[in-house]
Nanobody, 117 residues
């Protein structure tokens, strides 16, 4: 059973930074892709950023230039550095991992980020 455990959420003011971390219960090299989604009540979960096991990255347009995803294979950790936070970044952030064969998606339980003055 794969576990993804997020940490680092909290309450910050607009313009401030947060760093989210996701620790996996097994080597993250076993996942083809890892990333972060976010969701606000009443809306669909949206992809924020992803990183492949070859270190290719992709970001939602709304966070490009502000968020950076990275991975530490030795620590089985994927992180999301979030700078210049805006109120519209307020959401529950979920860690995600994908394996192609066999096809599996894994999810963490989420960590809440609130950006408010």
């Amino acid at each position: 059973q794969v576990q993804l455990v997020e940490s680092g959420g909290g309450l910050v003011q607009p313009g401030e930074s947060l760093r989210l971390s996701c620790v996996a219960s097994r080597s993250i090299l076993s996942f083809n892709i890892m990333g972060w989604y976010r969701q606000v009540p009443g809306k669909e979960r949206e992809l924020v950023a992803l990183i492949t096991n070859s270190d290719s990255t992709n970001y939602a347009d709304s966070v490009k230039g502000r968020f950076t995803i990275s991975r530490d294979n030795a620590k089985n950790t994927v992180s999301l550095q979030m700078n210049s936070l805006k109120p519209e970044d307020t959401a529950t952030y979920y860690c995600w991992a994908k394996v192609y064969a066999p096809l599996r998606n894994y999810w963490g339980k989420g960590t809440l980020v609130t950006v408010s003055s």
